[in-house]
Each structure stands twice: as structure tokens, then as C-alpha cells.
């Protein structure tokens, strides 16, 4: 199954030297045109039944999660892996592939049983604006709210909400970051309705709404965490343009600003294929944009799953009563009462 895998993705110089019929795209090109394979000869965008391009489907970006979102800095510019940097990732991906297997032989349940790791895109980076394929620099506010963010990856001691960040909190991921890779629960769904395209996040269970009505964006200070969108039709390419967002909730390079803009671009491109172009402006975090720009694969077999991220809704009480001084007293007390001593590497007062 390796060397089948293999071979098809280093025979794409050959598949995809015809032309490529890329309707309605932005004028950027493609990353690298290998993750673009041509659709079928007389291939047309398909149609809703009220006559707009027929988006609809899963669309799981799982399999994006061996391609990085910064461009390795050696690389420069470069946006496509030569052929031997790319049999070198695509075997540590298989590697990653079977680690649930080589677990179960053990009797291990780790990372191979949870994390959904894909095979490796051609092109080099999710980020393609700025050249170089990395985030931009942040400005002094950008800089200083990403020192000032505080979560279950960077605390030891919690204290309040406060103390945990938005995913802790499971409030959201923001936005472009629900749409990328994650470690699980990656899949993403496209509905219409006239006038509606809605967009479903199995990660966190969000759903945006996207209206092409032509209405008006709300006041400046009305926010929602992944903002308020407007669509439009350019040619069979979705635009959309999404401001109001709750500042600090992107979950990105640095937490957002109210003034952040975010504007993408989904084209069919194959019977099973779209390209996803997101630009992030914010000019008061980010000294300026960046671009997203990824393919998309329909897998008409893909199923949402619960998302329960801490069940019971237990675990951020549990974080602060097990560190927070505050509790201290609290811990010994349970210490005592089942006859052991704190534990040495639990938070202040131990957890029992």
C-alpha cells in the first residue's frame, strides 16, 4: 500500500502536465499544481436547484494535517517539495499512519488511536502570503496580547477562567483556525439554501452563516466569535467577507482585534475538489495580511462525530481546585482522609 501511495504521488508531474481547468479562481496560482488533479474531460461545476454553484458536502481537512502551516524557513520562497524532500515526509507520514497498529500489538492506547494524520500536500506551507510562506510580524499590540495569553499549554497554576484559553474553555478556535488542521475532529460541512450557504465545524460543533442577500454587516461593536459573514457569487467562486469579530478569539498567530477582516474564496475546481483562499487582515495585531491557501476534498463517506471536549463539564473546576492556592486546604483535607501523602508533582498542596 506504500509504494502504490507513493508511486501515484510521484507520478503527478505526469498527471497533471495537461492543462488545468481552474474556473473563476483568484489570480494567485495554485501552490502546487500536483495537489490539483484535472477533472474529467467536459467536467462543469454543478448546480443547486435554484441555480448556484452545488458546494454541498463534507469536506474534511484530515488529511491536511502532514502539510505545515509555516513554510520551514530554508525553503525561502519555494512553494513545492522537490520529489526526495517529499518521499521523505510522505514516509514519516506512513509511519505516523501505523502507529495505532504498532500499539495495539503492545497493548499501548496513545497518540495512535486519537490523532487523524494525513499524507503530505505537494505544496510547502497552508501560508502563502508573505512569500516566504510564514506568519508576518505582529505589531507592538500583536505582540503584546500573544505574551499576555494565558492556557493549558503555557499554566501551571489556575487560579480563575481567566487562567485558560478559548479552546481550554472549549468556547471556540476562532477563525481561520477552525477551518485548518487540528488533531481530531476535522471535518467541515457545506449546506445551501437559497440565499444561505451555511458552514458546519465538527470541532467545537460551531456553524456560520453566510448570507448572500446583500444585507449590511451589523454595528461596528455588535461581535461573535467567528464574526459575521456576507457571501456573493463571482462566477461559480464563493466570496466571502467576514468582520465583526469578538476580539481575542482567533486562536492564531496572536489574538484578534474587533478589526480584523477575513476574506475567502472557495472554487470548485474537479467533481470532488474545491480551493480554499482565506486573506487575515488586522491591522492593529498584524503589521500585515496573511494568505491561506489549501485544497479541499469531498469525502462523501466522512461522519461528524461529538465533539465533547471535556465531558461532564468538569475539568476547568478540576484544573483550579487541584493548583489553585486558594484550595490548598481542600487537597490536604482529601489527602488525609484516604491516608496518603501529597503527591510531589501535583500542583501547590498536591491533588489526590
Known amino acids: 500500500m506504500t509504494i502504490l501511495r507513493l508511486a501515484a504521488a510521484l507520478a503527478a508531474p505526469l498527471l497533471f502536465a495537461l492543462p488545468l481547468s481552474q474556473p473563476a479562481l483568484a489570480e494567485d496560482p ?36 502532514a502539510t505545515p502551516r509555516e513554510r520551514p524557513p530554508e525553503l525561502g520562497t519555494r512553494t513545492e517539495w522537490t520529489e526526495e524532500e517529499y518521499r521523505q515526509r510522505f514516509g514519516q507520514a506512513e509511519q505516523r499512519a501505523g502507529l495505532e497498529a504498532a500499539q495495539d500489538k503492545v497493548g499501548i492506547l496513545g497518540m495512535g488511536h486519537w490523532r487523524e494524520d494525513g499524507f503530505p500536500l505537494w505544496q510547502t506551507s497552508m501560508v502563502t502570503v ?49 477551518l485548518l488542521p487540528g488533531a481530531y475532529n476535522m471535518g467541515i460541512r457545506v449546506m445551501q439554501s437559497p440565499g444561505l450557504v451555511v458552514i458546519a465545524i465538527e470541532m467545537v460543533h460551531e456553524t456560520r452563516l453566510i448570507y448572500l442577500d446583500g444585507r449590511e454587516p451589523p454595528p461596528a461593536d455588535v461581535h461573535n466569535y467567528l464574526g459575521f459573514s456576507r457571501g456573493r457569487w463571482d462566477g461559480d467562486t464563493l466570496v466571502i467577507e467576514t468582520t465583526n469579530f469578538t476580539p481575542g478569539m482567533s486562536n492564531g498567530v496572536t489574538p484578534n482585534s474587533a478589526q480584523m477582516k477575513l476574506t475567502e474564496r472557495i472554487t470548485p475546481v474537479g467533481p470532488n475538489q474545491m480551493r480554499y483562499e482565506a486573506w487575515v487582515e488586522d491591522p492593529v495585531m498584524l503589521a500585515e495580511p496573511y494568505k491561506i491557501d489549501i485544497p479541499w476534498q469531498r469525502n462523501p463517506n466522512y461522519e461528524f462525530y461529538e465533539y465533547a471536549c471535556h465531558e461532564g463539564n468538569v475539568q476547568i473546576r478540576g484544573y483550579i481546585t487541584a493548583t489553585s492556592p486558594r484550595f490548598q486546604k481542600l487537597r490536604e483535607e482529601q489527602w488525609a482522609r484516604q491516608g496518603e501523602e501529597p503527591s510531589p508533582v501535583a500542583g501547590p498542596g498536591g491533588a489526590p
Not at 508576518?136 to 493549558?152: C, F, I, M, N, W
Not at 474553555?169 to 483556525?177: I, K, Q, V, Y
Open 30 to 65: 495554485v501552490p502546487s499544481a500536483k495537489d490539483y488533479p484535472a477533472p474529467p474531460a467536459g467536467w462543469q461545476v454543478a448546480r443547486t436547484a435554484w441555480g448556484d454553484p452545488d458546494l454541498r458536502g463534507f469536506w474534511p481537512v484530515d488529511y491536511l494535517a
Open 130 to 178: 508573505p512569500a516566504n510562506g510564514r506568519y508576518p510580524a505582529l505589531t507592538e499590540a500583536g505582540r503584546a496580547a500573544r505574551a499576555a495569553v494565558k492556557d493549558s499549554w503555557n499554566t501551571e497554576v489556575f487560579d480563575s477562567l481567566e487562567d485558560f484559553g478559548n479552546w481550554d474553555r472549549c468556547l471556540t478556535r476562532g477563525l481561520p483556525g477552525s
